[in-house]
């Protein structure tokens, strides 16, 4: 089965601070590495994503960090907002079986 | 333009019930995937469509069918309902069967008794 790890499992951050999440994976066959934010209420909404051929990306405050033999890539939310708390999912992708592996979640909460 | 949209937003079932949840993409997406999201947890994959035909079927049983109308819309239907089908169903559309960003609805909630 495939695992897909995500950590921490909730996060607190202060306005302003910067925001991590860390997702492992193990199969080697994922080649598109995306980040969905979830507002309660609402469904996924992709944030970010990554192929596997650079290792770094940023789009405004939010990054992605991908290391292939690690197998781990990484969200970072710089200067934090209220408006960013959220659940986030990593969700690796392969194109054989059409489907994402969602992770299991990261509640992050801002304060004000 | 419009979004993906769902229906019903809620329902409530008793177990042994059929239950089934409709889905319409975003116009010009050819490819629809169902999720299932228990409280708590990320989404599942259930299913994924594209031009009327399965293109890929997660780990659920057989009382989970769907289908794929012509024009794109998509049904998913749960026989015999049980207890732990109690969730989020997410329904997403795509351009295309391996297009990299799904756009996701905002889920019809179950409830099974």
């Known amino acids: 089965q495939q695992q897909v790890k995500q950590s921490p499992q909730s996060l607190i951050v202060q306005k302003g601070g910067i925001s991590i999440i860390n997702c492992a994976y193990e199969n080697t066959a994922f080649d598109y590495f995306p980040w969905y934010q979830q507002f309660p209420g609402k469904g996924p909404a992709l944030l970010i994503a990554?192929?596997?051929?650079?290792s770094e990306k940023k789009e405004g405050r939010f990054t992605i960090s991908f290391n292939k033999s690690a197998k781990q890539f990484s969200l970072h939310i710089m200067d934090s907002q209220p408006g960013d708390s959220a659940t986030y999912f990593c969700?690796?992708?392969?194109?054989?079986?059409?489907?994402?592996?969602f992770g299991p979640g990261t509640r992050l909460s801002v304060l004000p | 333009d419009a979004g993906v949209t769902q229906s019903p937003t809620h329902l409530i079932k008793t177990r042994g019930q059929h239950v089934t949840l409709r889905c319409s993409p975003i116009s010009g997406h050819k490819s629809v995937s169902w999720y299932q999201q228990v409280l708590g947890q990320g989404p599942q994959f259930i299913f994924q469509y594209y031009e009327k035909e399965e293109r890929g079927r997660g780990n659920f049983p057989d009382r989970f069918s769907a289908r794929q109308f012509p024009n794109y819309s998509s049904e998913l239907n749960v026989n015999a309902l049980l207890l732990g089908d109690s969730a989020l169903y997410l329904c997403a559309s795509s351009l295309g069967a391996d297009t990299g960003e799904l756009f996701f609805g905002e889920g019809s909630r179950l409830t099974v008794l």
């Open positions: 969700a690796p992708y392969y194109n054989y079986g059409q489907n994402f592996v």
């Open positions: 990554i192929r596997p051929d650079v």
